[in-house]
């Protein structure tokens, strides 16, 4: 697990949202995890992927109401919506 990813669902975790963790391998080998939480009115995912570089960087990051009414965001808006709002 990459150190932002840990302190990631730390955050998510102690500020009460559920949080699911999921490392996988892409189809060409290069690993990469997700982490996804929600709770009512919110839910993010955040992927980071080591394809091409090697070592995990941010990939995808998106969050809003729920799973089907998302939209990409930085990883700081992330934080702000764990914390109670939404940047």
Known sequence: MTDAAKTLVNEAMNAGWSVLFRPNVDTGGSPFVTVEGV??????????????????RLFDCSAGESKYKM?????????????????
Not at 39 to 56: A, I, K, L, N, Q
Not at 78 to 87: E, K, L, N, Q
């Open 39 to 56: 709770r009512e009115g919110g839910y993010f995912c955040v992927t980071w992927h080591t394809r091409d570089s090697g070592t995990y």
């Open 71 to 87: 939209r990409d965001v930085p990883l700081k808006s992330v934080r702000a919506m764990i914390a109670g709002g939404f940047a």
